[in-house]
Structures are given as C-alpha cells and as structure tokens.
C-alpha cells in the first residue's frame, strides 16, 4: 500500500481545492512531507508546491497538498469524484 491512503471530502477540504488550490489527503503514519510530494506527483503528474502535515486526534495524519500554478486541484478533485 502506497503512502496516499484516501482524499478527504469534508465541506472544509472542498473549499481549499477552489480558493486555494490545495487537496486534502489521509496518509500513512510513517511518511514525510518528502514521500507525500514524490507520490503525489508521480500519481497525478501535476508539480507539488508545498505540503503541510496535520496529526489528527483520531490517530490519523493529514496531509495539505499545494498544487503549482499551472495545474487545477479541481481537475484532480474531478478525478478522485471528490466534486
């Protein structure tokens, strides 16, 4: 199983991918922001700005993944049917 685990859906998560074109995603545990931007790119072949790592309470960890100008998150969001 890969790093990515699943996008997260939430009215909140929504709203990033459009105003500031960011996605959301459940990740494993164990990886880094380094892990995250390789595998996200290499998934969805889109450049990977910056991403910022979330330790929810419910044990999870939450990835912020920004995606560079020249790429939509809406389009990735449309491919995930987050939208």
Not at 16 to 33: F, G, M, Q
Not at 51 to 58: D, E, P, S, Y
């Amino acid at each position: 199983m890969g790093v990515l685990m699943y996008p997260v859906g939430t009215e909140k998560a929504i709203g990033r991918i459009d105003r500031n074109n960011e996605i959301e995603y459940i990740v494993s545990l164990s990886a880094t922001k380094s892990i995250i931007k390789e595998e996200f790119e290499k998934l969805f072949g889109v450049k990977v700005d910056n991403v910022r790592v979330l330790n929810t309470f419910q044990n999870r960890k939450k990835a912020i993944i920004k995606i560079g100008k020249e790429s939509k998150a809406s389009d990735i969001a449309v491919k995930l049917k987050l939208v």
